[in-house]
């Protein structure tokens, strides 16, 4: 790398904070791409401001496209040598991201593994492969229970949920019905759409005494009699409980932002969005334990990496750009405004941020959760969201349907890694 390029007034390292530097040369322009949510627009936007004044030889300029198109769009543009020079992508996708060339390693001298090792949640090394490390996050996730506090308060509830048994309890009160016996006022959510799919694995299967995978998520494991009793469990809250109904208002966080659900499990991300919802009042807590008093928690994290497009002059400014998106600053910056956790628990694990009324309840899930090693994170989503319509719309014995989705998920497992050796 050409670092000869820039004058260092202040150097940053992967555990550092800002870094500021000045030019020698003529300006660069950078691309940075990301998928529209508001929240982490405006978060990036912030960024970007902070690093351009520390840096005024970089102009860094996003980009970004509905969820849905994301990924299309990245796949068409780096290899044709158009698009950006650094990107965000899905954990769970840098399989795919790699296997197509898309992005490159990150360089070891300004990112040494061993030092992301020691600075960063452990979650973060499913990005390293050997010594070097692909892609780092600005911020982590896990889940937690959203509840809308109006309708607790209507329904003459005190206080939301701490176990499961509770959860049923508290939904059933929630919940109305119109006279032909449709919900039109849901007690939870419901839809592997959303991220139920991670609370069935990470969650409830390891709360029923199961394992979701084994051989570090190579061997599928759920369908078992803890996996079995996790999706009984699950199915039966629209069911028999009667407290949901799967695509009520076409999707999960809909219907809560409407106001049309008294609970609703989600992302840390969802924060940001909220905050915006006029009119709604609601707080969140930990996910419900069992009645023993059993937690489990999922943690996912979207990460930045550069690009197989990025040369030269652009990809020392690249270099730049993470190395501050990736600082405890830029951290504190997107856990304000998107409600994501941060990636190190030098920012994530303060006084103030752990004992937060909102944040709290997700950082304190860090401490139980676990992060599942998807190969093709769409892929397997698909597979829960098969399950359930085969059991609630063909009938099909939740039984035989775990086990369908169980033997799809293995081939999917096992076709990947074999093109691997």
């Known amino acids: 790398m050409c670092f000869n390029r820039f004058r260092a007034i202040a150097l940053a390292t992967a555990t550092g904070t800002l870094a500021t530097f000045s030019t020698e040369t003529n ?6 791409w990301q998928y529209f949510f508001d929240a982490r627009v405006t978060a990036m936007e912030q960024l970007i401001e902070k690093f351009e004044t520390a840096n005024p030889g970089i102009t860094v300029r996003m980009t970004h496209f509905p969820y849905a198109d994301y990924r299309t769009k990245v796949a068409a543009a780096i290899p044709s040598g158009e698009g950006p020079d650094v990107v965000q992508l899905f954990y769970g996708w840098l399989n795919d991201y790699k296997a197509a060339s898309l992005i490159q390693p990150l360089p070891s001298s300004e990112f040494p593994s061993d030092s992301i090792d020691a600075a960063f949640f452990p979650m973060v090394s499913a990005m390293r492969e050997g010594d070097s490390y692909w892609a780092l996050p600005t911020a982590v996730r896990s889940l937690a229970l959203f509840y809308n506090t109006r309708l607790f308060k209507d329904a003459g509830i005190e206080g939301p949920p701490e176990t499961l048994d509770e959860l049923v309890e508290i ?23 959303a991220q139920d799919h991670h609370w069935f694995r990470e969650g409830l299967v390891r709360q029923f005494g199961g394992e979701p995978y084994l051989d570090d998520y190579r061997t599928v494991n759920y369908n078992s009699e803890a996996g079995l009793k996790a999706m009984e469990f699950y199915l039966g809250l629209g069911a028999e409980d009667g407290i949901g109904a ?13 106001g049309r659900a008294g609970m609703h499990i989600d992302g840390s991300f969802r924060i940001g969005s909220l905050n915006k919802t006029r009119g709604l009042k609601w707080g969140v807590t930990e996910l419900p334990a069992t009645a023993d008093g059993i937690r489990s928690n999922y943690s996912s994290y979207w990460v930045n990496a550069i690009t197989s497009k990025a040369d030269g002059e652009k990809y020392d400014a690249a270099v730049r750009f993470m190395q501050y998106i990736t600082s405890d600053e830029a951290m504190q910056i997107w856990l304000d405004v998107v409600g994501e956790l941060p990636a190190k628990p030098s920012v994530g694990l303060t006084e103030a941020n752990a004992n937060d009324q909102i944040f709290g309840p997700f950082i304190r899930g860090l401490e139980y959760a676990n992060t599942t090693k998807f190969v093709n994170e769409s892929a397997q989503r698909q597979i829960m969201i098969d399950l359930v319509e085969r059991v609630n719309l063909q009938g099909v014995s939740i039984k035989d349907a775990l086990a369908e989705a169980a033997a799809a998920e293995q081939k999917l497992l096992d076709e990947y890694h074999t093109s691997k050796n």
């Open 27 to 32: 300006a660069v322009e950078i691309e940075y």
């Open 171 to 193: 939904g059933r009160k929630l919940t109305k019905r119109d006279g032909a016996g449709n919900i039109i006022q849901a007690g939870l959510t419901l839809g592997m759409t």
């Open 246 to 258: 799967f695509g009520f208002m076409d999707e999960p966080q809909a219907a809560f932002k409407a």
